[in-house]
């Protein structure tokens, strides 16, 4: 009895484990926060690259343009000066025609008669030559007008079509900014109603569980010796683990009904064994016995009115002990059943 109040006198809670546990969890959550705004730059690259793809044909595509519409120009250029020297021509044509007239008119004999006849008749046929030469320039150019129109109207329209797309680029950077703010809100919200529950679960199973010997607070878990529960290579619960798993199920039914349904969570339930091999037919290792325990455990509070999809069962078989001596009482100690309130 002597020994027995010392040891409880002895006992004393360390919090440190417990601050580190919430700083792991602010990391990890920094971490989440971080992947997310990458994720989210990594999209915006995406498509301010297709952007300025676009942009890209667009420019060539007025560039191309530009340049038909220099050569269209050129081309109506040398047609105006066609025109003018089919002018000077008729000109001179008409001039030559009025100079044989007069020259007929002073010259009376038969022959030059003739010959100024043949010459106008040639002279005519020339003049007629020249307007339809002269009507087809005419036709030409109006083509050549339209179809200068026609490639600056498409070159406003792409223009246009340039200006909404940067329009639309710049929009959708507002918008991708603004929804990076409003997730940085909400998860920020999220992980502090997250730790305030978790924190009162805490504190109440600390106020149910804490004067047990049998039961050890480390972090923010509630670390309890696998012989509480179970017996030697055993995952059938013992009586005496039942007041223990009725205040846990009392406390998490009441706590279900204070956390909003929105709000993800799980009792996590660790099944741990000792490093020394276990080859039954039942359990051909550490692993099966392991889950085996957390299964039962989650299976009692699960029939005791806590919501199957707040629990989760977990098996690490030895491959996680918390004192890693070759001594019977490590190994004692590395034969437990952890409870932890977490995210899902």
Not at 88 to 117: F, H, N, V, W
Not at 119 to 132: F, M, P, T, V
Request: hydrophobic share 45%.
């Amino acid at each position: 009895m002597a020994l027995g109040r010392s040891r409880r006198g002895d006992r004393h809670i360390d919090y440190w484990p417990g601050f580190v546990d919430a700083l792991s969890t602010l990391l990890l959550v920094f971490v989440f926060l971080l992947s997310v705004f990458v994720l989210a730059q990594f999209v915006l690259t995406q498509e301010i690259g297709s952007k300025d793809d676009a942009m890209a044909r667009l420019q060539q595509q007025i560039r191309e343009l530009t340049d038909l519409l220099a050569l269209e120009r050129a081309s109506d250029a040398d047609s105006e000066s066609q025109i003018g020297t089919l002018k000077a021509s008729l000109a001179q044509l008409q001039q030559e025609r009025d100079t044989l007239r007069d020259a007929a008119s002073a010259l009376a004999t038969p022959d030059q008669i003739a010959e100024a006849e043949n010459r106008n008749s040639e002279l005519a046929r020339q003049l007629g030559q020249e307007k339809d030469a002269t009507a087809q320039a005419a036709a030409q150019i109006a083509l050549l007008n339209q179809q200068i129109a026609a490639l600056r109207r498409q070159i406003a329209a792409l223009e246009e079509a340039l200006d909404i797309s940067e329009k639309k680029d710049k929009e959708s950077q507002t918008r991708l900014a603004d929804l990076g703010r409003r997730l940085n809100v909400a998860l920020a919200q999220r992980v502090q109603e997250l730790t305030r529950y978790r924190s009162e679960f805490f504190g109440r199973l600390s106020a149910i569980l804490g004067n047990r010997p049998d039961i050890r607070v480390v972090g923010d878990r509630f670390v309890m010796q696998s012989e509480i529960f179970f017996d030697r290579a055993s995952a059938d619960l013992r009586s005496g683990a039942m007041p223990a798993l009725d205040d846990i199920a009392r406390t998490l039914v009441a706590l279900e009904k204070e956390i909003p349904d929105d709000l993800p969570w799980v009792l996590r339930v660790d099944g741990h064994t000792d490093d020394r091999p276990i080859q039954t037919p039942q359990y051909p290792s550490n692993w099966e016995l392991s889950a085996a325990r957390a299964i039962a455990v989650v299976q009692y509070l699960a029939a005791h009115g806590v919501s199957p999809k707040h629990l989760v069962a977990a098996g690490f078989g030895e491959y996680q002990p918390i004192d890693t001596a070759d001594t019977d009482d490590a190994r004692a100690r590395n034969r437990r059943i952890e409870l932890k309130l977490t995210e899902r």
